[in-house]
């Protein structure tokens, strides 16, 4: 938090997940991120994602539809491979580091299903001090007891939102890490 | 550029040099970083900067006060280390690894005077194939004959402007690297 | 895999972990880190690090001791921020992203202990296709089905070494994700 | 430099340049930058490169005809994508931001010959601090007076050797940036 206080800016969330989903679960999947997507955007939310397909392009379908802002960091050197929905796409150059830039440009992270690439942003959202919601993704726990940044896991889109946008709020209060 | 044809997106325009410029120039590079922010945003490109202060915030200041959207691309994790002047901040948490996005978002690159991180700005954009336009700044020629992306060294800032904005509507024709 | 056939080369294992450990398990954590480090150097292995202190210290002061080579893979710009044990130090003036490099570098990994650093490690190495052995460490499962890279939970110090050597081997037929 | 004082470790000099050299000059190129592996070897230096073709495994060829160290700091994730001269390859995984860790991993840094990527590895190397020998590469001069590293314009091999070797010792008292 600069000294000036904080911006009158609206929160930054990034949503997570698969780029192809496939299994009985794709389906609903993409459902859900179009769902979070619609809600944050009629929550004043600017939806952050990787800029490709899959959970990315849903979460940024339904932010656009509802009239949202949305940001694309995309791993290439090419702008115009973000997905259709993506308003302001950065094209990073950055490859698999790309995924550090989606999360730390946020204020809170939700995860929506994802594989091991999903897992490595939610480990980097943490330790860049970055709350995670999840919905049918990963399970981490600690052996030990850590303070700091928090999992939620979540049962539906409604809940998903809902905490995220907590989570986002108390992180401008609680500054970075 | 994806098969479905280049996007109707504005340019992107890169404006990279010090951020904290001193020496006898430094007065004269602000003044020039400036009027190339307010000429950008008239010709209807989106300024990136780094997203601090000197050349950078000079820049975003013109291009905000001529009405145009402005993006800074942020060493720390923290957004509000964006300058006043930066509408779409990204916190990337990646310290000097930020400047090849700095260059990478971008269509083309403007470098005015700065020291050796604008040296690697540079270099990072001709690797990634974005021509660049240097104004006092660093002159880089090569013992060999080499294709791809250009430099101009221009003598005013609309001789700046004219030719970022041509380099970056052949990039768009051209593609990425 | 190349294909002039695998390298006669040893392999490659990172250990990972809390580079200031605290609470009560501290000093079995770094106990069990230099255990660890000596097995791997009897079995012929480079123990990869962090290059700083706590976990990684003690990992790689427990290879030296054992006649073992160790890399050390610095955040910072100082080859001299490294321990006293590193053998190879490799400054990457990267921060964050530094882990990265640290597991991709590696043939298999090894968590200790560790905080939310390590974790998004674990998560970076899975993504990279590296498979991991945790000892009092991060439980993560994934709400789906995956296949690819695995995660062991150990036991003690002879567990971890074991698995995470024929982990090292396995990947070295798999190849390259 | 820690409080510790210096490590007695021997420097580690960069040799970067292109991967693929082609034209009239290709052949000469590759022949110093063998020579030049060749006297690092024997001056006691480890020769670190980015571990591909062309002025990469020259040099590093050349360093272990000498009987002297390697290393590779490869884009990819596959340590089997080095040469074979190189003998502690470092997957990286960084594509493209593995040109950062190659110049600060270094104590000097020689240019022999290059394109675009070879210009921002000397910006990149200034930026963190390493001064620069080049061999028929790339000129580089600031409109303004800097201080800082420098950037040495070598004649043949033998002065390319001495002058980094110099610049290494150098950057050892001075420390980094």
Redesign the interface.
Known sequence: ??ERG??L?PP?IAVIGDGEPH?P?AHRLLEWAEEIGSLLARAGAVVVTGGLGGVMEAASRGAVAAGGQT?G?LP??????ANDYVR??????????RN??VV??SDAVIAV?G???T??????A????RSVVTL???????????G??RVHRARDARDVVSVALRFAAEREVA???
Chains 1, 2, 3, 4 share one sequence.
């Open positions: 938090m600069s904080p911006r800016r930054y299994g679960d940001i960091i290439g050197a090419d702008p115009d491979e302001t796409p950065i094209a990073t150059g950055l490859g698999v580091v550090l830039v730390t440009s299903g594989r091991h690439g897992l490595s942003e939610i480990g980097l943490l330790r860049m001090g049918s993704s990963w399970r981490v726990e600690s052996d030990h007891r850590l700091g940044p500054g970075p890490p």
